[in-house]
């Protein structure tokens, strides 16, 4: 049991080119979620998917896309990557999106260090 | 006024001292609270959640809630030097769809002097 897995675990982009991040969860978890952590800015929600088959913006979703392709697999695209796209990025999953249930806590893949230059 | 509030520290105790750690938040509706643990170049780790007024202890681990002061905190008895991490304060806010998405703050960092 892997938990969350995220690829791949550095890069280096130069700007304008594009990148796809990888997720995947092998928790059978219903919704999934893309972050970026900034220093002094705490983790950013970027986009979201509540289950499989549907995609919602999160805080700062400009310049990024999404695919949910399946239950286990949550990528995010950097169409023309920026320097201000320079952070680290985790991925995050749940088992219930839903308010009202307990089940809400969010675990997180180890991450990925992204430098744009 | 950003939505979820930390002193980002760092907060320095001795070993063996309580360490406290505080969080404000804006939104009056929000329910559900919680606490991540993040080493550093690691991943955030939940350690605590909290959904009703008072106190939750978990070993040395205790979440306060105050709702009508929208006040979270957590206090760190015998703090160890494996406790020096990053402690990120976590609110979910509840859409009009019923959804709900988690809020952090930027965290505080926690140094534990041996």
């Known amino acids: 049991n892997a938990g969350v897995t995220q690829t791949p675990k550095f890069q280096v982009l130069k700007t304008g080119q594009s990148m796809t991040l990888q997720c995947a969860q092998d928790m059978n978890h219903n919704s999934m979620y893309w972050y970026r952590q900034d220093p002094g800015m705490g983790l950013r929600l970027i986009y979201y998917s509540a289950s499989e088959g549907t995609t919602d913006k999160g805080e700062v979703p400009n310049g990024y896309n999404v695919s949910r392709l399946n239950k286990r697999e949550f990528s995010l695209r950097l169409e023309s990557a920026a320097p201000s796209q320079t952070s680290v990025y985790f991925c995050?999953?749940?088992?219930?999106?839903?308010?009202?249930?307990?089940?809400?806590?969010?675990?997180f893949g180890p991450g990925t260090r992204l430098l744009v230059l | 006024q950003k939505e979820v509030e930390q002193n980002s520290g760092p907060l320095s105790v001795p070993e063996g001292a309580i360490a406290s750690l505080n969080c404000t938040y804006s939104?009056?509706?929000?329910?559900?609270f919680f606490w991540y643990r993040q080493y550093s170049g690691k991943s955030p780790e939940l350690i605590m959640s909290i959904y009703s007024n008072g106190d939750k202890e978990d070993g040395r681990f205790t979440a306060q809630l105050n709702k009508a002061s929208q006040y979270v905190s957590l206090l760190i008895r015998d703090s160890q030097p494996s406790d020096s991490a990053t402690y990120l304060c976590?609110?979910?806010?509840?859409?009009?769809?019923?959804?709900?998405?988690?809020?952090f703050g930027s965290g505080t960092r926690l140094l534990v002097r041996p």
């Open positions: 976590a609110v979910r806010q509840v859409r009009m769809d019923s959804s709900y998405k988690l809020i």
């Open positions: 939104d009056r509706g929000s329910q559900s």
């Open positions: 995050a999953s749940s088992e219930i999106l839903r308010a009202g249930g307990r089940q809400e806590t969010q675990y």
